[in-house]
């Protein structure tokens, strides 16, 4: 990448990553517990809990992927080491 002499954030895709990858963690968390009461034939304030988590949560995890997807775009390929430098 220093070849191509772009400033890059890693740190910043790398939060952006986290992010993401919690928020998932959390929403599969939830609708695989969702899914027991649901076999289970329950109709529980727990059942309504996690239907209103997963409204709150759902449209973060979106947001939290489309942030990542456009950080990865700005990302440069890394050019072979035969390419020179434009040095």
Request: aromatic letters at 2%; charged letters at 40%; proline letters at 3%.
């Amino acid at each position: 990448l220093a070849k191509k002499h772009t400033k890059f954030d890693l740190e910043g895709l790398l939060k952006l990553d986290d992010e993401k990858k919690d928020l998932l963690k959390r929403v599969e968390s939830l609708r695989a517990e969702q899914n027991e009461l649901s076999k289970a034939k329950k109709k529980s304030e727990k059942a309504v809990e996690i239907k209103n988590m997963l409204k709150d949560l759902e449209p973060q995890l979106v947001e939290a992927e489309e942030a990542y997807l456009e950080a990865v775009a700005h990302i440069h390929n890394i050019p072979h080491e035969s390419v020179p430098s434009k040095d």
